[in-house]
């Protein structure tokens, strides 16, 4: 049965490939057998006309015979002549007509009908007497030629319909729709089966024809043709996932068809097997076509045509959830991943955002998507990315102040999305994990000063302003958990401004959200839509009050983080120094970054005097163990030098440690070089030595403190090791301490 099933296949392949000269066998054997029938019921024909009509059809004499062939050769020649000038013509726009226009069986039989009975009528003209065929001449001139005549127009009509780019578009897409139908049917599936070259047969047919549409994508120039090319391929590739699942397995083998394919020559042998195994060459292939396709539209300025490609991308990617197709789905993320990288780089070049504007409204879109279908995997994937993005446009957005503009757009973008799950009940964890990718829209690895000063961070921030509003509606909803989530991230910019300035931009952000209304006051990509309108205004106030609320507790921790600030630009100070004033760019930008935290916390009232005291000297011995040693200090060993204080200082509160490892610190970077230093270290040890009420038992706990600092940030620097054996040996202590091996804690050794 395989073999017939394959026999018929090939058979059916034959008469696609050889239509022009299949049509003319028919065609030429139609009109003989019509010949000889119309002969041989010619004399009873005869009778009637000359009974009913008094015409007799049998004397040449008595009926006009003669007039056909000049008829025939200018219904031959109009028609041709049409038909060259049609196609001709219509070719420059569409230049795969002439390859379906000899495929198509209409055009075939009636042009093949037109010549064969023009040269019927030559024939009969010069032999009718000798052959004794006046019913070949009637049949010629009164049925032939009636019948050529009167379809002459309408072909001409429906030639020039055909050629029509929308309409060459519109067949082509048919062709490839109808094989990916027909591979589900049993006999194609059976004849792939017992012949490999009917798998050739068919990816050949679907491949060239796919080629056939981008290859006219990129040749047309009228807006109509591209949206409908782009459809068409959209349409195409969501059909045949829809049917993949039905295909013989065979279909999907890489033949010499798929490895010699332009798309794939760039391939190796890891990815072509990668393509097998997920059975995925026609959707690669259909979507780096849209890629290309995509790239080709940004160029030329074509934002409307650009928009429509990630917006069929999101049809597609409906269809692969429908189906649960998550392969096809990854590479649905990888290709609007790629066609942000596309659009960022045309924004770098041209600073023209419009592109990023409008892909992420459709990139959100289907992020929506993945929340409608509960897909969290995919929506936390996307969130990442849209977090990547964002911040890559950000850090360049310096050069082209427009692209700030795009940042807003994906937060509010991701905003819809936060609505949506808290619609659909996702769990607290998986919405505050998102909610995190969000606050992270505005977080590059660090600012530059002109960002300060342009107040990228503050007032002037639109994604801040949405991030509030997203707040806003967390507080409408009774979610403050995570409003207060929004409120921290927001503190974080007290780094960079003094309280005053960020009361100030706060309060801005605050009045602008109150004002704004759902539309916009100019005409823009999304309409009249505003995208910082935000309806819950009447949670403003109580996010204010939250907001300040917790400002308090973080300008308390930034107090006493300026002071570990003021380390490492003391480090860099040293590093400059033994570089003969040098510093690589890096280490500049850190700099600045590090002056501008610190000038953000100077005061401007002078500050009590306080004399030096021993808890000075053991806070300063505590810094020396977590700084000296390795020259950095980590958020680990912060904390571990604030409660060991604790242990030495029990009144402390925040405020005072500030003020004590203020003047601590200053004292550090004063001395400046590391022997006077490492002689304030030895002079501290000796006054905690020489204090009446410190025993034996209080310098070991003092030592413990020491050993905590060296194992807070999991890795233990020999110098910390060295730096405590000194502090054992000055005090005289019974202990005895080595660095441990790798991934073991310091201890004191009994």
């Known amino acids: 049965m395989k073999k017939i099933y394959s026999t018929l296949i090939k058979l059916n392949s034959i008469q696609f490939k050889y239509r022009t000269i299949i049509s003319f066998i028919v065609v030429l054997v139609i009109m003989v057998l019509s010949d000889v029938l119309f002969h041989g019921y010619f004399p009873s024909i005869v009778e009637y006309f000359t009974n009913k009509l008094s015409i007799d059809l049998s004397n040449p004499e008595t009926i006009a015979l003669d007039f056909a062939p000049e ?24 230049p795969k007509l002439m390859d379906l226009f000899v495929k198509d069986w209409l055009s075939l039989v009636y042009v093949w009908f037109l010549i064969i009975a023009s040269l019927h009528a030559v024939l009969i003209m010069f032999y009718v007497e000798p052959l004794g065929r006046v019913s070949s001449s009637v049949l010629n001139t009164y049925i032939y030629l009636f019948i050529g005549s009167i379809f002459t127009l309408p072909y001409i009509f429906y030639i020039l319909l055909y050629s029509k780019t929308s309409n060459v578009v519109s067949t082509i897409s048919s062709i490839i729709q109808g094989f990916i139908l027909k591979m589900r049917k049993p006999m194609v599936k059976s004849a792939m089966d017992d012949s490999i070259d009917v798998v050739d047969e068919y990816q050949k047919e679907i491949m060239g024809s796919l080629d056939q549409l981008d290859d006219l994508l990129a040749f047309t120039e009228f807006k109509e043709t591209q949206t409908d090319i782009i459809r068409e391929i959209s349409e195409i590739i969501q059909l045949y996932i829809t049917n993949k699942s039905d295909f013989n397995n065979r279909f999907f083998d890489l033949t010499k068809t798929i490895r010699s394919n332009a798309t794939f020559r760039t391939y190796t042998d890891v990815q072509y097997k990668e ?167 505005d977080k590059p690895p660090g600012y530059s000063k002109d960002e300060v000063d342009k107040g990228i961070l503050g007032g002037n921030n639109g994604t801040r302003r949405i991030q509030i509003g997203l707040a806003l509606f967390y507080l409408s909803v009774r979610k403050t958990e995570y409003a207060t989530a929004i409120a921290e991230d927001y503190l974080d910019d007290l780094a960079y401004f003094d309280e005053k300035t960020f009361k100030a931009n706060a309060n801005t952000q605050c009045f602008l959200l109150s004002i704004f209304g759902p539309h916009f006051w100019e005409d823009t990509d999304r309409g009249t839509l505003n995208i910082y309108y935000a309806p819950e205004k009447d949670q403003i106030d109580p996010f204010k009050e939250l907001l300040f609320g917790l400002m308090d507790k973080r300008l308390e921790a930034l107090e006493r983080d300026v002071k570990f600030l003021s380390l490492e630009v003391d480090k860099l100070m040293q590093k400059r ?85 203020g003047m601590t610190t200053d004292k550090f970077i004063k001395l400046n070089t590391e022997e006077a230093r490492q002689k304030q270290f030895d002079d501290s040890l000796d006054t905690i030595y020489d204090k009446e009420d410190f025993d034996t038992k209080t310098l070991e706990k003092l030592v413990d403190c020491y050993i905590e600092i060296a194992n807070a940030d999991e890795f233990i620097h020999e110098n910390e090791v060295a730096l405590i054996q000194h502090a054992i040996k000055a005090w005289s202590l019974d202990l005895t301490i080595a660095k441990p091996k790798s991934g073991e804690r310091l201890k004191v050794q009994k």
């Open 275 to 441: 393509m097998s195994d997920t059975k995925t060459f026609y959707e690669v292939k259909t979507f780096r076509l849209l890629g290309s396709s995509y790239t080709k539209m940004i160029t030329n300025d074509r934002f409307d045509i650009a928009s429509l490609i990630p917006a069929e991308m999101v049809d597609i990617g409906v269809t692969c959830l429908k189906n649960n197709d998550d392969t096809i789905l990854g590479h649905v993320n990888i290709r609007f991943n790629t066609l942000f990288r596309f659009a960022i780089k045309h924004a770098y070049k041209n600073n023209e955002p419009r592109n990023l504007y409008n892909l992420s409204f459709h990139y959100s879109n289907m992020i929506q998507e993945y929340i409608k279908a509960d897909r969290v995997d995919m929506a936390k994937y996307c969130y990442d990315k849209f977090k990547f993005y964002a911040n890559d446009i950000y850090k360049n957005a310096e050069a082209n102040p427009g692209l700030y503009f795009v940042v807003d757009t994906l937060t509010f973008e991701l905003r819809k999305c936060q609505v949506l799950i808290h619609e659909k009940g996702w769990s607290d964890e998986d919405q505050m994990d998102l909610l995190k990718m969000i606050l992270q829209l």
């Open 577 to 661: 120094k033994r570089q003969d004033g040098y510093l690589n760019d890096a280490d500049k930008e850190r700099m600045e970054e590090l002056q501008r935290k610190i000038s953000a916390r100077e005061k401007t009232e002078e500050e009590d005097v306080v004399a030096w005291s021993i808890e000075h000297d053991i806070l300063y011995s505590l810094l020396c163990i977590s700084f000296f040693a390795d020259q950095e200090i980590d958020e680990s060993e912060k904390d571990a030098i604030f409660n060991s204080y604790k242990l030495f200082a029990p009144d402390i509160n925040n405020e005072i440690f500030n003020r004590d490892f």
């Open 71 to 94: 008829i025939w050769g200018g219904v031959l020649a109009m028609v041709l002549g049409t038909l060259i000038i049609v196609i001709a013509i219509a070719a420059e726009s569409s």
